[in-house]
């Protein structure tokens, strides 16, 4: 109560609280906006990273294709894999790696992001152009967001780098995947020789298709061009001797082979039923045709049939059988025995 002979004015009380807001909101606005700004950074936008996930994958290709038509590849050995092959890098793997990498970590500085290449070049001038490519946002929901800490990317800056170093383009491809708790959600990949980008976010769209028909008796089966001698036996002894085999390069392509292609692309594509590999592989290669098989009802698991998780360490040990429009399952059955750890 106000002491006797004094009145507060309703005015002058509001006034006097308005003042006080004021001050405390000087004295308390950066540490809020600091707080809201890092709660916004622990969740990423799906929409907004599948954009973030094309451009790079382009602006990559556009590094590939510049360097194959400069002719100045600058090619060497990083070593060799398990099978004794030379495991190449030329100056487009790198230079699409820079774009890639730097564009995505700039954009989304909380998420993992694993790269095929390693390069110490920083570039804090790629930023993601904030365009939303038409199809993306009449397909995809704008409002699918997931924790950041759960979010990993895989980023292939030049995928069959062998064949891009002997000029045989079409089956060059750049990739990147979003795996969230080791789940491939989404999957990004370009033809920089075509301009063509293949992309899907599981149970939120894509612009690819199931072709019309496949057949597993036998099947057509896309391999590695590196190990198609070791596989023909392999496949034939699953399928029969009468099994097509499709040698190819990269594992990009060999997914876009399992699809249906826009018409204008179609004939620089081959056309498989399954895909088979049968020695280790990186996770970087498989991810993004993991992420766009599974949107559209397929699967990609190990030889044994067992799903692979898409954190932890990059290399995958159980060889790979990639299938959409038949049964998985059932194809898994054909398969012989075969462990890819024991044949390294």
Avoid at 218 to 234: D, M, W
Avoid at 252 to 269: C, H
Wanted: glycine share 10%; proline share 4%; charged share 25%.
């Amino acid at each position: 109560m106000a002491p006797m002979g004094i009145r507060l004015s309703p005015l002058g009380v509001a006034v006097f609280c308005l003042l006080g807001v004021g001050v405390i909101y000087h004295l308390y606005a950066g540490v809020i906006s600091n707080r809201l700004s890092a709660f916004r950074q622990r969740s990423v936008n799906l929409r907004e990273l599948l954009a973030v996930s094309v451009e790079a994958a382009v602006l990559g290709g556009r590094e590939v294709k510049k360097v194959r038509e400069e002719n100045v590849l600058m090619e060497k050995s990083k070593g060799k894999t398990k099978e004794g092959a030379s495991e190449l890098l030329t100056l487009g793997d790198l230079r699409s790696h820079r774009k890639m990498f730097n564009l995505l970590r700039n954009t989304f500085p909380d998420v993992l992001v694993h790269s095929e290449e390693h390069d110490n070049t920083v570039d804090k001038e790629a930023t993601w152009s904030r365009d939303i490519p038409a199809d993306v946002l009449d397909k995809v929901d704008g409002r699918k967001e997931v924790p950041a800490e759960s979010v990993t990317v895989w980023i292939d800056p030049l995928d069959a780098t062998q064949e891009y170093t002997e000029n045989l383009v079409k089956y060059v491809t750049t990739m990147v995947c979003v795996a969230v708790d080791g789940k491939p959600l989404i999957g990004v990949i370009h033809q920089p020789f075509t301009g063509f980008t293949a992309w899907a976010l599981v149970d939120g769209g894509t612009n690819m298709g199931r072709r019309s028909a496949y057949s597993i008796n036998p099947p057509k089966v896309i391999v590695s061009r590196s190990h198609s001698g070791k596989v023909k036996s392999y496949i034939q002894d699953a399928f029969g001797n009468g099994t097509t085999i499709i040698p190819a390069g990269g594992a990009g392509y060999k997914v876009l082979s399992l699809l249906e292609m826009p018409a204008s692309k179609s004939e620089t594509i081959d056309q498989a039923d399954i895909y088979v590999h049968i020695t280790f592989i990186k996770k970087w290669d498989i991810c993004a045709g993991a992420a766009i098989l599974s949107a559209l009802g397929g699967r990609m698991t190990t030889l044994k049939g067992e799903d692979i998780d898409y954190s932890g360490e990059p290399l995958n040990k159980g060889g790979l059988l990639a299938t959409v429009g038949v049964n998985h399952n059932t194809v898994l059955e054909k398969l012989p025995s075969w462990d890819p750890e024991d044949k390294q």
